[in-house]
Each structure stands twice: as C-alpha cells, then as structure tokens.
C-alpha cells in the first residue's frame, strides 16, 4: 500500500488550496477514505472522511462549510479542498486508508499547510 499526498504549501488567511492523495497497492474502491491533520502539540485529528464510493461525507466541525473531500476511483486519487484557510488550519496533513467503521494503519508521508500572512 502506498498513498502519496501532494499539494501543501504556504497560504494567506483567507486562501485556498487542494491536496491530493495518490494511492496504490489496493482496490482503491472498496475503500473509504480520510485526511487527517496533526498540529505542533496536539494529537492527530480526523478532518474529513469519504466512503468507499464517495456517497456520504464527514467533517470536523472545524472545517465543515471550508474543506470538500472527494475522490476518483478510475484514477485512485483523494483530495481535500481547504477554502477560506485560517491560521489555525496549518499543519502536517495525512491522507488515510479508510473511513467510518473499517480503519487501516496505512498513512501517507504528510504535506505541509501553512497559514500564514
């Protein structure tokens, strides 16, 4: 298993920008799917997650109504797009194999959101 994010980088208040996730070494469309973030000093937080075939969504309430996950399942990719970014959105950014009630402990290397006027 393999996920590569991709896309992170530094923002002003009130920007945008999209990550991707490319993953590989399994049926991709089995599989839902998740972000995570991890902020210095606090533990890693589900951001949003997406079902296997993209149906049903969730948020943090931190972002809901700023960040949309969806997927391509013919090209095995995830992405997040964060709209309206705060300072308070910088971190390291994770893309994750699964969602909702099946976890798996695959993890992409993270890509860094910073924030930042």
């Known amino acids: 298993v393999q996920l590569v994010e991709s896309g992170g980088g530094l923002v002003q208040p009130g920007g945008s920008l999209r990550l991707s996730c490319a993953a590989s070494?399994?049926?991709?469309?089995?599989?839902?799917m998740s972000w995570y973030r991890q902020t210095p000093g606090k533990e890693r937080e589900l951001v949003a997650s997406?079902?296997?075939?993209?149906?049903?969504?969730t948020y943090a309430d931190s972002v809901k109504g700023r960040f949309t996950i969806s997927r391509d399942n013919i090209k095995n990719m995830v992405y997040l797009q964060m709209n309206s970014l705060k300072p308070e959105d910088t971190g390291v950014y994770y893309c994750?194999?699964?969602?909702?009630?099946?976890?798996?402990?695959?993890w992409g290397q993270g890509t860094q959101v910073t924030v930042s006027s």
């Open positions: 994750r194999r699964g969602c909702c009630k099946l976890w798996y402990n695959h």
């Open positions: 997406i079902t296997s075939a993209g149906g049903r969504t």
């Open positions: 070494g399994f049926t991709f469309s089995s599989d839902g």
